[in-house]
T-cell receptor, first 116, second 109 residues
Framework: GAVVSQHPSWVICKSGTSVKIECRSL??????MFWYRQFPKQSLMLMAT?????????EQGVEKDKFLINHASLTLSTLTVTSAHPEDSSFYIC????????????FGSGTRLTVV | GENVEQHPSTLSVQEGDSAVIKCTYS??????FPWYKQELGKRPQLIID?????GEKKDQRIAVTLNKTAKHFSLHITETQPEDSAVYFC????????FGTGTRLQVFP
């Protein structure tokens, strides 16, 4: 079946630094990738949608200059949390679709980010 | 945009009883409705899904029903077992997947 590899699985960084999270689709081409954030005991909140070769579409309230998304190829999307602060500490998870609207999503294993 | 509401937020049942979780969605264009089980710190795991052209789907102890007119769908788990204890999320899809608020299910032996 479809597999999405997400790295790192956890990261601790200092306030003010940037952290990059990668998601790779291993056995299929992901035309669309989605990035979610999940705070403890809460739901998965969609942050942005990225399509290969174009700019990401951010959900309302998500700062595009803080959460940089790059989807340069059909198998790789990255999320960079810039100038991280403790309130950015969360579980970040990506999801890949072979075509938006068709259903059938494959999730990465998630990244636990802790900003100290 | 799409808004998905989910109830109840917590649900406790005795082993062997049934559990029902309900969701409503707002966007009539939504066409795909998956249900996920998530354990702490792990990725959501798809347990069953239904598309908008189907009213009901069953897979062993798990079933999902969809009422497009009312814009709601439900998850039914029969003969619950302690290992069913987890957080369950519904979701609705148009061109992106929007999750419900989640239900923490506890099954007591």
């Amino acid at each position: 079946g479809a597999v999405v590899s997400q790295h790192p699985s956890w990261v601790i960084c200092k306030s003010g630094t940037s952290v990059k999270i990668e998601c790779r689709s291993l056995d299929f081409q992901a035309t669309t990738m989605f990035w979610y954030r999940q705070f403890p005991k809460q739901s998965l909140m969609l942050m942005a949608t990225s399509n290969e070769g174009s700019k990401a579409t951010y959900e309302q309230g998500v700062e595009k200059d803080k959460f940089l998304i790059n989807h340069a190829s059909l198998t790789l999307s990255t999320l960079t949390v810039t100038s991280a602060h403790p309130e950015d500490s969360s579980f970040y998870i990506c999801s890949a679709s072979q075509g938006a609207g068709l259903g059938g999503y494959t999730f990465g294993s998630g990244t636990r980010l802790t900003v100290v | 945009g799409e808004n998905v509401e989910q109830h109840p937020s917590t649900l406790s049942v005795q082993e062997g009883d049934s559990a029902v979780i309900k969701c409503t969605y707002s966007d009539s264009a939504s066409n795909y409705f998956p249900w996920y089980k998530q354990e702490l710190g792990k990725r959501p795991q798809l347990i069953i899904d239904i598309r908008s052209n189907v009213g009901e789907k069953k897979d062993q102890r798990i079933a999902v029903t969809l009422n497009k007119t009312a814009k709601h769908f439900s998850l039914h788990i029969t003969e619950t077992q302690p290992e069913d204890s987890a957080v369950y999320f519904c979701a609705a899809n148009t061109d992106k997947l929007i999750f419900g608020t989640g239900t923490r299910l506890q099954v007591f032996p």
